[in-house]
């Protein structure tokens, strides 16, 4: 199945970029390239680093961007930005966009395993390497298993399903998602489907233990802001309440001025905010939620860097 990825709030996001002619761009998760060729269309003379960690999604843009001299396409987890930029001698770059939900090809494509809908192996793996969510699901204890369904899932039936995990597991592996979809179908009450589908929150749950989504995401953000000029944006996409709340912190901590505790008369830290925001949040349209139900959930926030 060839990678694609139907793009989240793409207008949007490039433009709370606000892309300069002749700036430095650095897509993190490229997936199947619609920010990127959407920077690249707004300034002919621009140069974008367009990072993705999934090796469908690397070989899908080197096909899609074949015959642009302007863009470098690299494997990397977007953690690595220093890194990255670092290996290209680049110090700072003028503009950076996240989007931390799962790419259309991963939901999709039923042999990467992310999808309750379909029968395949338990996969999840973003980057086909490391733990499988089938590794998780059959070698963790049941208080683990409980931990990471309530803290990435906020499964409130999250001790039930595990303990039915354990149980089932005792008499032979679980492998495949639609066996874990039916266990966790017989381990909630009939209620817990009457907004969404039973094993949605357990699937998201071991996605992001999987993927390590949330363990690194507050330092990314830190690098990922110290890697812009001044005057440069860091716009990044959400697609559910836990990572929200990090990025809505972080971009926060860049806006906030004086630390000095309240009771003080002046102030002695001297310290003044890095960042601004140019806007508080943006969440798709009516219209595009109608023509992709998965947006539905998608929040954009950016951040602008005003001082070093």
């Known amino acids: 199945m060839e990678f694609y990825h139907q793009t989240v709030l793409l207008r949007e996001t490039v433009d709370a970029l606000a892309v300069r002619p002749g700036g430095i761009y650095v897509d993190c998760t490229a997936g199947g390239g619609g920010h990127s060729a959407q920077i690249l269309s707004r300034q002919e003379d621009c140069r974008l680093i367009a990072i993705d960690r999934d090796p469908d999604a690397i070989s899908y843009l080197q096909k899609r961007f074949r015959d642009e001299k302007r863009i470098t396409i690299i494997r990397e987890e977007f ?3 220093r890194f990255v930029l670092s290996s290209l001698s680049i110090d700072r770059v003028d503009g950076i966009v996240a989007d931390l939900g799962i790419s259309s090809h991963h939901v999709d494509d039923p042999s990467r395993g992310f999808s309750f809908h379909a ?14 969510a089938a590794d998780l699901v059959n070698t963790l204890s049941e208080k683990e298993l409980t931990d990471i369904l309530f803290r990435f899932g906020e ?5 039930s399903i595990a303990r039915n995990i354990v149980k089932s597991r005792a008499n032979q592996p679980i492998t495949t998602t639609l ?25 998201q749950a071991l996605r992001i233990a999987v993927n390590g989504e949330l363990d690194d995401l507050d330092g990314a953000l830190q690098a990922m802001f110290d890697s812009l000029t001044v005057g440069g944006r ?25 630390t000095c505790p309240p009771d003080f008369p002046v102030c002695v830290c001297g310290k003044t905010p890095r960042g601004r925001l140019p806007f508080r949040s943006i ?9 992709n139900r998965r947006a539905r959930s998608a929040r954009l926030r950016a951040v602008e860097k005003v001082k070093e």
């Open 155 to 159: 499964e409130k039936y999250a001790r």
């Open 283 to 291: 969440v798709p349209s009516e219209e595009e939620i109608k023509e």
């Open 119 to 132: 029968d395949a192996p338990l996969d999840m793996r973003m980057s086909k390497e490391g733990v499988s």
């Open 79 to 81: 953690k690595n930005i």
């Open 234 to 258: 860091l716009a990044v996409i959400t697609f559910h309440s836990l990572e929200d709340r990090i990025v809505k912190s972080r971009f926060a901590d860049f806006c906030k001025g004086c």
């Open 179 to 203: 066996e874990l979809t039916e266990l966790v179908k017989h381990s909630v009450p009939q209620k817990a489907s009457r907004h969404s589908h039973p094993a949605q929150k357990t699937f």
